[in-house]
């Protein structure tokens, strides 16, 4: 943007005489209203896609409709979320999780759609946490995240891709490197890893060791190789080291050749994993020289080609994809960092520098011809990556194309110091990209992928079937299991706690499970108790089990926090709780009779004394 301010400027006034004299107020408006036709969705009506955006530092996944850019859902990964229930209590399986694999938040890039036959098919979704080295699957039939790993031996899991066509891996790349031997015993060089993820049981199959700070991944669309970009060939630890050479690499792994490896027993296992090394296992690793501190590397469509984004240079590198060479390398524009691309052979780099889409012609700038730029737009502003719908799939969509902005600047009211981000969703399906709306989102997303409605309407279910652990409706119980612990089972109807009383003594563990045994699509009940630091929110068939130590004593009316019917204020229950060494009795919630410490079906009651 910087790099013109005199034509720049000089642009738009004779932008502003023009419009002025040939277009004139009237039909400025109507090119206005062209765009607003194009992404506005009116209410009633759905949107024909869904976006899945990474949430960066906000370690969640937001969905929007496109082309309206609504935000349909936030789907919590990495950390708690109150709105949702997610992650609150320790007791909360998914807290436990996350805890023992790396912490209470996350930094998510890069969202990937499984595929088969180069299509996305709905059924996946995954995520990775670039700062604590996991990787988060979302199944979309409920946009619910279904597992997290721990990926052994990595630090800094960054790029990520499904391998082509048919998922046979979810490839992730280590960026930050570490000590070659695991241990901090200088000088160990350092190195780093590319895991290779089985999509289904989640187990990490084998590492492939590459050097020098391995960045974006993608696949080639046959399957054959995994690539990334490389950057820090210098292997620096320091800014100015890694930026001295003016080419690194982008490093290709040819998977059949690394499963051989795998299955003839080479490679060292540490923490369960085989790591290949290429220095000892040749033909697995072919490093491509490209320029400079490359970042984003994407295969085109149709296969023939993987294009390196320069970063530090004003260039994209062209690589057959079979044969691996360099076929052209074309000028871009200043600051290239992600290519994505339409149905009509063109491809899209977004331009960090100089905050612009390019649009290019792959076929054009192959062949060495000049005018290889078809288009440029500008965006608002620095923008980090773009996706076109289906472009990083075989079929792509050439309609929409979301450009991702680092800064929003100007484009929104002032909301202190710190600005939302920016997307912009351009038409690319004419020559000239068009800039059709703009919608602002919370820190940070990186990447996004976009999956057709249509292949979501046969998976996506409407309700739980409800586990074998369910509570069942008539069958609630209250059941002191201990002098020092009691179990509650309870289930919710609109608009009610079955039991909506049950008294524990202070210090009790209580352990609460809860069945929604509504059976309407979105009928979810909350359950919030005060001071007792957790809400619960149950779509219809869900169960939920939490144990939390039963506060001070006195009267606390948990209340449900979902909006569920006009007596959705009334959804109130009493959890009291009577002092430690309370000879008082409690009440049994079935007949409201003072008994000797719980009423428990089945079971005999503890003593008030005990
Ligand atoms: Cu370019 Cu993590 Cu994909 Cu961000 S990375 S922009
Ligand atoms: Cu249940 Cu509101
Ligand atoms: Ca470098």
């Known amino acids: 943007m910087k790099r013109h301010p005199v034509l720049l400027v ?51 996944v937001f969905v929007i409709g496109v082309p309206s850019g609504r935000l349909i859902r936030e789907i919590p990964v990495f950390e708690p ?33 499984s595929e088969k036959g180069g299509i996305f098919d709905g059924r996946y979704l995954w995520i990775n946490d670039l700062a604590n080295g996991r990787l988060a699957r979302i199944r979309l039939d409920r946009f619910e995240a279904d ?52 999509p289904e049981s989640m187990e990490v199959k084998f590492e492939v060791r590459v050097n020098g700070n391995i960045d ?17 060939l210098e292997q620096g630890k320091d800014m100015g080291s890694m930026i001295q050479y003016d080419r690194d690499a982008v490093a290709a792994i040819d998977i059949p050749a690394a499963e051989a490896a795998v299955a003839a027993g080479k490679g060292e296992v540490r923490n369960g994993v085989p790591i290949l090394d290429p220095a000892e296992v040749t033909g697995i690793l072919t490093l491509i020289p490209v320029p400079k501190n490359p970042h984003g590397v994407n295969a085109t469509p149709d296969g023939r080609y993987v294009i390196a984004s320069g970063k530090l240079s004003p260039t994209v590198t062209i690589i057959d994809a079979h044969t691996l060479q360099i076929v052209a390398e074309p000028e871009v524009g200043l600051g290239p960092l992600h290519t994505t691309f339409d149905n009509r052979g063109n491809a899209y780099t977004s331009l960090f520098l100089d905050s612009q889409v390019v649009k290019w012609n792959i076929d054009k700038a192959v062949a060495g011809a000049d005018d290889y730029i078809v288009d440029r737009i500008n965006v608002h502003y620095n923008i980090g990556h773009l996706q076109a719908v289906g472009g990083d799939s075989m079929k792509p969509a050439g309609n929409y194309l979301l450009a991702l902005n680092k800064l929003s600047k100007d484009q ?20 000239k990209m068009k800039m059709l709306a703009a919608f602002p989102t919370p820190p940070e997303p990186h990447d996004a992928t976009f999956l057709e409605a249509s292949v979501l309407e046969p998976i996506v279910q409407q309700v739980y079937t409800p586990g074998e652990d369910a509570v069942v409706a008539g069958q609630e119980s209250v059941v002191r299991t201990g002098p020092g612990s009691v ?60 144990t939390f130590k039963a506060g001070k004593p006195g009267v606390y009316w948990f209340y449900c926090t979902n909006f569920c019917s006009a007596l959705h204020l009334e959804m109130r229950g009493r959890m009291v709780v009577q002092p430690k060494d309370s000879v008082i009795t409690l009440t049994d919630w079935h007949s409201g009779a003072n008994v000797a410490g719980q009423v428990v079906p089945g079971v005999p009651s503890t003593g008030a004394s005990q």
């Open 412 to 431: 929104y009211l002032p909301v202190g110091p710190d600005l939302p981000e920016n997307q912009e969703i351009i038409d690319i399906s004419g020559e």
């Open 487 to 546: 179990q509650v089972n309870m289930t919710l109807l609109r608009s009610a706690y079955t039991p909506d009383s049950f008294e524990v003594r202070e210090g009790d563990e209580v352990t609460l499970k809860i069945t929604n045994v509504e059976t309407i699509r979105d009928m979810i009940h909350g359950f919030a108790l005060p001071d007792h630091g957790f809400n619960m929110a149950l779509p219809p068939g869900d169960t939920q089990v939490r």
């Open 147 to 198: 597992r997290i790993i721990k990926l052994p031996n990595l630090q800094g899991a960054h790029g990520i891709a499904v391998v082509s066509p048919d998922t046979k891996y979810v490839v992730v790349n280590g960026e930050f490197e570490q000590p070659t031997d695991g241990m901090v015993t200088n000088p160990a060089p350092y190195t780093s890893v590319v895991a290779f993820v089985d």
């Open 10 to 60: 000089a642009a738009s006034v004779i932008a502003t005489v023009i419009g002025v004299q040939t277009l004139g107020c009237g039909a400025a408006r109507s090119a206005r209203s062209i765009a607003a036709e194009q992404v506005y969705v009116p209410p009633g009506e759905l949107d024909k896609y869904y976006g899945f955006l990474s949430g960066g530092q906000s370690g969640s």
């Open 81 to 113: 979320r109150a709105a949702y229930g997610y992650a609150l209590l320790e007791s909360d399986p998914r807290r436990q999780l996350l805890e023992s694999t790396g912490g209470l938040w996350g930094d998510t890039h890069h969202p990937m759609l």
């Open 216 to 232: 974006i991944a993608d696949t080639s669309k046959d399957g054959r190789y995994a690539f990334s970009t490389v950057y820090n």
